[in-house]
T-cell receptor, first 114, second 114 residues
Framework: EPEVTQTPSHQVTQMGQEVILRCVPI?????FYWYRQILGQKVEFLVS????????KSEIFDDQFSVERPDGSNFTLKIRSTKLEDSAMYFC????????????FGPGTRLLVL | GNSVTQMEGPVTLSEEAFLTINCTYT??????LFWYVQYPGEGLQLLLK?????DKGSNKGFEATYRKETTSFHLEKGSVQVSDSAVYFC?????????????FGKGTHLIIQP
């Protein structure tokens, strides 16, 4: 069964450093998403991406975040200058179409900012 | 705005007990409703979904019915197993209301004891 994959599974970085989290969505899916889950809190929507541009973003997704689909398979989330409060589990998801469609999640990347 | 409220955990039950995890929602449009499950060390997996009022989603012995009149989507299972121990997230998708991202509840940690 096709699945969303994410790399790395864990990343530790120093405050102020840039990180890139990578995702490979399910191959015939057209919509891609990033979510984050700070330890002990809700899963929160960050951004959605369709047709090579951002479709929607939340208030959390400020100028330090960016997303890109650099080739036909990868979907990346970049955090330019990490802060301590960026420490969280980051989930990538994809869906085949937009309306009423199930989103399939990857296993997540646990980011720790020191 | 949209919101999902779940019963707080942890919920501890004995094997073969009946399970109910309550979920209520607030949405501006006509949402689809989901239950996702997160097993220890893993990502979010779709457990079941319902896309319109009175629909019943079911999977692996779990069921939930979309109740528009009570804005609820409670998760039930008749006889739980130790392997059901996980965190369960209720979520909604309000794409008819223009939102791409899923709105999640805080999650309910379920512990099943042998």
């Amino acid at each position: 069964e096709p699945e969303v994959t994410q790399t790395p599974s864990h990343q530790v970085t120093q405050m102020g450093q840039e990180v890139i989290l990578r995702c490979v969505p399910i191959s015939n899916h057209l919509y891609f998403y990033w979510y984050r889950q700070i330890l002990g809190q809700k899963v929160e929507f960050l951004v959605s991406f369709y047709n090579n541009e951002i479709s929607e973003k939340s208030e959390i997704f400020d100028d330090q975040f960016s997303v890109e689909r650099p080739d036909g398979s990868n979907f990346t989330l970049k955090i330019r200058s990490t802060k301590l409060e960026d420490s969280a589990m980051y989930f990538c998801a994809s869906s085949r179409v937009r309306v009423q469609e199930t989103q399939y999640f990857g296993p997540g990347t646990r980011l720790l900012v020191l | 705005g949209n919101s999902v409220t779940q019963m707080e955990g942890p919920v501890t039950l004995s094997e073969e007990a009946f399970l109910t995890i309550n979920c209520t929602y607030t949405a501006t449009g006509y949402p689809s409703l989901f239950w996702y499950v997160q097993y220890p060390g893993e990502g979010l997996q779709l457990l079941l979904k319902a896309t319109k009022a009175d629909d019943k989603g079911s999977n692996k012995g779990f069921e939930a019915t979309y109740r528009k009149e009570t804005t609820s989507f409670h998760l039930e299972k008749g006889s739980v197993q130790v392997s059901d121990s996980a965190v369960y997230f209720c979520a909604l998708s309000d794409r008819g209301g223009g939102a791409d991202g899923l709105t999640f509840g805080k999650g309910t940690h379920l512990i099943i004891q042998p």
